[in-house]
């Protein structure tokens, strides 16, 4: 069974400081997608890394997919209140198309 | 463009009791599925259509729950009768070939079974 873990589960830290959060499998994954989740609404989706190594930039959050395409991590710089939710990452199994999802890491930026 | 819409957006039930769920896709997108989320973990995948055929329902409790997506487009996803242990968040998604992997969420529907 391919898992996906995250870490940390939970993070709160101050506006201002950076932060990383990871995503590890066994697995290899065809492509790995980051989504966001706020309180009361669905993920949203914020990038998808499909190549070993690649880097992908969305304003102050920088995502990595590991070398072998089994991990991955979001750096987030300068964090602010508005980054404060849940993050997802999801990984693409080509064998049934479908995504194996990590449990998430909640964030909570403080002003 | 429109959203994936899902109604209603919370349901207080009793146990033993039935629900359903209704959800709108994205124009256009083949692929429909439907997610339960329990607090603090991620979303576990119940069933997942393409167009109106079944490709996974091998996680979809099926003594209670049950799912259709008629002509292809809405879908609507029933429980019954329900129990405690359904408490969650059912969320629906949808995507469009060859992006499968980039599904697009509903709000989600939160159910509380008492």
């Known amino acids: 069974t391919q898992l996906l873990e995250q870490s940390p589960q939970f993070l709160s830290i101050q506006e201002g400081e950076n932060l990383t959060v990871y995503c590890n499998s066994s697995?290899?994954?065809?492509?790995l997608q980051w989504y966001r989740q706020e309180p009361g609404e669905g993920p949203v989706l914020l990038v998808t890394?499909?190549?070993g190594g690649e880097v992908k930039k969305l304003k102050r959050l920088t995502f990595q997919f590991g070398d072998a395409r089994k991990d991955s991590s979001l750096h987030i710089t300068a964090a602010q209140p508005g980054d404060t939710g849940l993050y997802l990452c999801?990984?693409?199994?080509?064998?049934?198309?479908?995504?194996?999802w990590g449990a998430g890491t909640k964030l909570i930026i403080k002003p | 463009e429109a959203g994936v819409a899902q109604s209603p957006r919370y349901k207080i039930i009793e146990k033993r009791q039935s629900v359903a769920f209704w959800c709108n896709p994205i124009?256009?997108?083949?692929?429909l599925y439907w997610y339960q989320q329990i607090l603090g973990q991620g979303p576990k995948l119940l069933i997942q259509?393409?167009?109106?055929?079944?490709?996974?329902d091998s996680q979809l409790p099926k003594d209670r729950f049950s799912a259709e997506r008629l002509k292809g487009v809405d879908s609507t996803l029933k429980i019954q009768p329900a129990k405690l242990e359904d408490s969650a968040v059912y969320l629906c998604?949808?995507?469009?070939?060859?992006?499968?992997?980039?599904?697009?969420f509903g709000p989600g529907t939160r159910l509380t079974v008492t």
């Open positions: 259509f393409q167009n109106n055929g079944v490709v996974d």
């Open positions: 124009s256009g997108h083949a692929t």
């Open positions: 998604a949808s995507s469009s070939g060859p992006n499968v992997y980039e599904q697009y």
């Open positions: 890394v499909v190549t």
């Open positions: 697995s290899v994954f065809s492509s």
């Open positions: 999801a990984g693409g199994q080509d064998s049934n198309y479908q995504l194996i």
